[in-house]
């Protein structure tokens, strides 16, 4: 069980996030691989991991980032594929 913020009583997501924790990303849907990435940034930002598994949790996050905008990229290039490559501009 991860501990909990004492204030809040909430489950600190960054807590969740080590090294030896780590599944497949290629097995992620993009929202799971997001959350995990936010959760790696909240850890690394806490400044309270030692310098070998932040490096590791950088690492991580890099690969997690490369992934949801790979996902992205794919969502658009559906889009587009299905709206004929006419997407309309949302910005009047």
């Known amino acids: ?15 969740k996030v ?9 097995n992620m849907s993009y929202e799971q691989a997001f959350q ?3 959760a790696i940034v909240a850890a690394l930002e806490s400044n309270e991991r030692a310098l070998t598994e932040a490096m590791a ?5 890099q690969e997690l980032a490369k992934y949801c905008a790979q996902q992205l990229d ?9 709206s004929g ?8």
């Open 1 to 15: 069980m991860s501990p909990s913020n004492p204030t809040t009583g909430k489950t600190d997501p960054a807590e």
């Open 18 to 26: 080590g090294a030896a924790s780590f599944s497949p990303i290629e």
């Open 36 to 38: 995990e990435l936010e």
């Open 57 to 61: 949790l950088f690492q991580r996050g």
């Open 74 to 82: 794919q969502a658009e290039l559906k889009v587009q594929k299905i």
């Open 85 to 92: 490559d006419e997407l309309v501009d949302a910005n009047f």
